[in-house]
């Protein structure tokens, strides 16, 4: 009986082998497919972000309302630079920008650092 249980002892062995090559290939398959869809996620951004300012290059959507929606939307202070946006989105959005009368002095907004994660990283 020695020789059946060294061959039930082998085939179980292969067996937890071939279990863990099928986790490790499903494993693999789910962060290709991750992947993938970041990939996808990102192209459509940035084609959705290039339809938009071909029509503000074009006269078709008014630069006024794509620098709105950006100052409404963004809050890191690197993102809003890229579009000469000052200080947060949330003095944006309390209150509307105000013209000074004639002779009258404006002090600068205080700018504090405005952090929030990106949705798909972990990096600030």
Do not use: C, Y
């Not at 039930?8 to 490790?24: G, M, N, P």
């Not at 200080?87 to 002095?105: F, H, L, R």
Request: avoid cysteine; hydrophobic fraction near 35%; proline fraction near 6%.
């Amino acid at each position: 009986m020695a020789g059946i249980d060294d061959t039930i002892a082998t085939l179980e062995t292969k067996l937890k082998q071939a279990k863990a090559r099928k986790q490790q290939l499903e494993a693999r398959k789910r962060a290709i497919d991750s992947k993938k869809n970041r990939a996808n996620d990102t192209r459509r951004k940035i084609l959705v972000g290039a339809a938009i300012l071909a029509k503000v290059d074009r006269g078709e959507w008014p630069k006024a309302r794509l620098l709105d929606m950006m100052n409404q939307t963004l809050t890191r202070l690197d993102d809003r630079a890229l579009f000469d946006l000052d200080g947060k989105a949330e003095d944006a959005k309390q209150e509307p920008a105000q013209t000074p009368e004639q002779g009258q002095i404006v002090q600068p907004p205080t700018k504090t650092a405005s952090f929030t994660p990106r949705p798909d990283t972990d990096e600030i």
